[in-house]
């Protein structure tokens, strides 16, 4: 059973707006932790930010934060003030037990001018 | 500068053949990754390496073996079984502390059928 899911393929930003992604979660453990990773069209996958099931606060990283509705088992991303570098494909993780990661299918961004 | 080395960029493989894909780091991480990505798809796990000399398989492990001698190097090897091998590989390494660490990845290893 699929455990992570990100229900947009793609989606187009205008430069300088912000964007949300989606990445909705399925766990019965109490302990677990939310990644999300950005892979450019050169296959390289970076990582961006992370949020653990017991952090109170909302993660935020420079540019990007996570909206995290635990009840509703949702991770969604927050790129804001967009730019062109940020094209590229985003995946939501989530870590199972021992370091583990279960990813989405990801959501390929197009920044436009 | 520290980090994840993997080679060849590109390889492929002829029908019957075993290839190994190599993945060296130097961040000192003790637990070390190989995943598997088909075009519009995310990653999936083949083994993982949590130490020197033990590792288990991930979620698509059949037609693939690993080995892990040195804490630096976790070569993964697509031996004849795996049909279908075309897909980009991805190996990945993270410190062990605490449920808070990335995975870290490197460039990756595109591999196709001849």
């Known amino acids: 059973a699929q455990k992570i899911t990100q229900t947009q393929p793609g989606m187009f930003v205008q430069e300088k707006e912000a964007v949300t992604l989606d990445c909705t979660y399925d766990?019965?453990?109490?302990?677990?932790?939310l990644f999300w990773y950005k892979q450019p069209s050169s296959g390289e996958m970076i990582f961006l930010i992370y949020q653990g099931s017991y952090d109170e606060q909302n993660a935020t990283e420079g540019r990007y934060s996570l909206n995290f509705q635990k009840a509703r088992k949702s991770a969604n991303l927050v790129i804001s003030a967009s730019q062109l570098g940020d094209s590229a494909m985003y995946f939501c993780?989530?870590?199972?037990?021992?370091?583990?990661?279960?990813f989405g299918a990801g959501t390929q961004v197009v920044v436009t001018p | 500068d520290g980090g994840i080395t993997q080679s060849p960029k590109y390889l492929f493989r002829k029908e019957g053949q075993n290839v190994t894909l190599s993945c060296e780091q130097n961040l000192n991480h003790d637990a070390m990754y190989w995943y598997r990505q088909d075009p519009g798809q995310g990653l999936r796990l083949i083994y993982y390496?949590?130490?020197?000399?033990?590792?288990q398989k991930g979620d698509i492990a059949e037609g693939y073996s690993v080995s892990r001698e040195k804490k630096e190097s976790f070569p993964l090897t697509v031996t004849s079984a795996q049909k279908n091998p075309t897909a980009f590989y991805l190996c990945a390494s993270r410190r062990d502390r605490g449920g808070n660490q990335p995975q870290h990845f490197g460039d990756g290893t595109r591999l196709s059928i001849l």
């Open positions: 766990t019965s453990d109490q302990s677990y932790g």
């Open positions: 993780a989530m870590r199972e037990g021992w370091g583990k990661l279960q």
């Open positions: 390496s949590q130490i020197v000399n033990d590792f």
